[in-house]
Structures are given as structure tokens and as C-alpha cells.
């Protein structure tokens, strides 16, 4: 679930090792089959040796979680230094998170960046949580002019069986270690509520995992007995604060039922992951200061926000693209608006700025990643956007995913509920 974290070994009686990390000596238990002895490199996390590993995959998760230079505050401008100052101590107004929005300065950027990475560090450690989305089917009832899914593109459409969703999150969860699992699908009704119901049963009966559902709109009653199921948070964008830009990428929708909606999710004790579309056509920075505020409004656990991805075959194919820097300055200004959110770095942003992106968003606020776990025959046709990214290697799965009781106590730590 977390980014265990690397450590040389100093000594070793095979039940108990001194380890050195980050420059101080701890003990730590050690529960290994493999022997372990000084000059070892291995993970751990609180005060237990996790695994084995090289001192080069230690070395790569050193650089995963490096830093962007801290600035001398006397190079701030007052307004900067204020900011920067005051974020973890209150709220940021609207007017401070458009001012982080609006910097181009490279240095002021790269103060953003490490105040934001600070304050991760300072509130919710260096624990990167890893989370398997499972995209299920991509038909949808729904016309989003965004959306290479909207039900006019003209796309191989698949479903997949339940037995072969449930196969998938088991595989995840009690082979790989996966923790979070995001079942993710158009807006498909073949899904019906008793449908559903035996998934996340089946899901919950073999194994013990956290459940996002990202399904879209369904009504109260549904949620309401998929929550009593074992459902344990939702994954719904409003994609953008602004209702005249909402009602134009919606025909049938409004902002206001959008946002209805997630608040009931929030009633029946949903864990909340809810964000914004970027750089949608005719959204400026203070509708994205508007977002940000939204997310934080709406109790957010988990902001889900990232770039608009023209897509051939909808009605936005021709609009621009959106700059990897201002996603890098939403991560960065979401940390400081939100010190203990959970910040993902989302697919769309690989896709627009590869994997060296996922670095430089750790580096800049961000603390989680999502991992595509849909089977291969399927994946290539979840064509929300063209290009997805997509991650073969998933080098973090096998440093942050540990299986045990202790993992899945640290999350429910974290998540203040029982899974
Ligand atoms: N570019 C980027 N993100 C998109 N989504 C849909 N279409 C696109 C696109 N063209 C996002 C929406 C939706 C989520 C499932 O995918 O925010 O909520
Ligand atoms: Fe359907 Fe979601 Fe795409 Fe809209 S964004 S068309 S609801 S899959």
C-alpha cells in the first residue's frame, strides 16, 4: 500500500537489525526467511524490515523522493513568503491559490514545489500509497464532449464478465499485494445494482481491499446498498467549478446534480475522490482556484484532478493541449491548500508528460500513484483519451506493495475506518 522506505543495515542477530536511515540509527524487527547482514540494503516501514533489495533500487527510490532546492526566503517576494508561510496553518483564501496559479517565475515555481514537498513530508510522511484500477466496461450512456467513451464515438465497446472482474481484483490484491482497488466503468446500466452487489460480495468474500467505485451517477438507493456491500469510496469528478463550462460539456447535466450527488455520497459514509478537468476550453486560472477550493469543500480525501486531452472523434478534438508545468503548479498549490490530502498522479498526466512526470509530481506534493490493472485484451480499447499511458514495469509496485497485517493497518490509520 506505502512506500516502504530504504535503509542500510549496520548489524544484524537475525531477529533484530540496526538500520541507517536518512542519516539515523533505529532498530527495527526483522520477519524475513532470507538472512539479513550488515551492508545490506532493504525496506522497511515503522519499525519492521520489510524486504531485501539492491542498492541500486534503493538508490532509484532515493532519487523518487529527492527534493526541488528549498528557496532563501529572502529571494521571495513578501506576497510569496506570506503564502508559502501561512499554508500550513490555515486555509488558503481564493485569491492566495490564484496568486500559486499565476506564478511563471521559474524560481518561484520551484518554491512552491519544495514548500508543498515539505509540508507532504511534515503531514503525511513519505508513504506513497499505490492504488489498481480495473476499467470494467467502457459503454456509456453518456455523451461528455470531452470523452473518446461518449456513447456518439463510434469505439469496440467491451464488457467484462463478473467472474473475470472479480479474477482481476483478487490476482491484485492476494497475489501482487495490492491494498485500493478503483473498479472504473462508463455510465453502463447492464451493471445493475444485484450485478454490482455480487462483484464487490465476490471481491469482499476472498479478499480484504478498499473499493473505490467510479461509475458515475446512479441513484441514492443503489449507492446506499453498494456502500452496505463493502463499497468504500467513490471516484467521481465534478470536472470543473465553473457551471456555464460544465453545462457545455454536458448536454443533459448540471453542475448543481453533480455536486448533489457527491454530497449524498459523502452522507452514506463514502471516502470521497472528486477533481477537475485542466485546461478545458474557456476555464481560466481563477475557475481553477474555484476547483481546488471545491475539492477542499467537498471533504475530498483524494483530489483526482488532471489534464483535458483533446481526443479525436469528440466534439473538443481540435482544442489545445494543456502544459505539463501548470499541472505540476495544481499538484503543488492542492498540497498547500490541502496539506493532508491523498494526491495521485493521474494517468492523464503521464500521458502528457511521461514517467519522469511521476517524479517530478512526488518532488512537487503529490503521494500516490494509480497502476492500470485492466486485463490486456480490454485495455487498449478504454480509450477515454487517445495515447494513454501506460506503465508495464510498475517499478513501485514491488517496493510499495508489502503484504501483511501491518500494511493494511497503516491504511486504516490513515483512513480512520476498518477494511
Ligand atoms: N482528457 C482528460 N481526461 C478525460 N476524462 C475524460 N475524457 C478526458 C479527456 N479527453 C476524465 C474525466 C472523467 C474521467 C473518468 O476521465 O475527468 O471523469
Ligand atoms: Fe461516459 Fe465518463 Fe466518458 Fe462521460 S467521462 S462519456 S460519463 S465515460
Redo the contacts with the bound molecule.
Sequence with gaps: MCLTLPAKVISSDGYRADILASGKKQKVKIGLSEKIQAGDWVLFTGDYLIKKITECEAQEIFNLLGSYKKAKPENLSPDLRNILESASQRDLKKEEIEYLLSLENESDLEAIYSEANIIRKASIKDHICVHGIIEFSNHCRNN?A???LRCDNRIVRYRMATEEIVESALQAVNEKGYKILVL?SGEDEYYTEERLIEIIKKIKEKCRAFIYL?IGERPRSVYENLKKTGANGVLY?F?TSNPKIYKQLHENDSLSDRLENLKIMKKLGYVISTGM?VGLPGQTVSDLADDIIMMRELGTFMPSF??????LG?P?ADEKNTGAEMILKIIATTRLAMPKARIPVTT?METIGGEAFRQKAFMAGANSVMFNLTPDKYRENYS??ANKFFDREKRYEKWALFKGELSYQMLENELQIKI
Excluded: D, H, K
Design positions: 461528455c470531452y470523452c473518446g472504473q467510479s469528478r470536472e478537468m488532471g489534464p483535458f486531452i483533446p481526443t469528440t473538443l492523464a477515454i483519451y
